[in-house]
């Protein structure tokens, strides 16, 4: 089955961590890229990261607080979230290089 499941969000207080998950199947296990975007309500697809042939990419109110890994023999992408703000609530989703995309998991950072 072609698929990407993301998992891991939830509800965290500014300044906590979350670890995301993106579980996809092998059809997508050729891609040399695969990207997090988030949505938060009411806009539309924002890029996160990129992790491309082992290179990481980060859009710059990320840097320094998240970190994109990929395990390719277990068919997971990652994305390890640091130093949460208000500003990062969204649902989080994982792309394939090749423009498929997850349901997406829900990120809430809220005191």
């Known amino acids: 089955q072609v698929q990407l499941v993301e998992s891991g969000g939830g509800l965290v207080q500014p300044g906590g961590s979350l670890r995301l998950s993106c579980a996809y199947s092998e059809f997508y296990a050729s891609d040399s890229a695969m990207h997090w975007y988030r949505q938060a309500p009411g806009e539309g697809p924002e890029w996160v990261s990129t992790?491309?042939?082992?290179?990481?990419y980060y859009t710059d109110s990320v840097k320094g607080r998240f970190t994109i890994s990929r395990d390719n023999a277990k068919n997971m992408m990652y994305l390890q979230m640091n130093s949460l703000k208000l500003e990062d609530t969204a649902v989080y989703l994982c792309?394939?290089?090749?423009?498929?995309w997850g349901r997406g998991t829900q990120v809430t950072v809220s005191s």
């Open positions: 992790i491309k042939d082992g290179i990481t």
């Open positions: 792309r394939s290089g090749s423009g498929f």
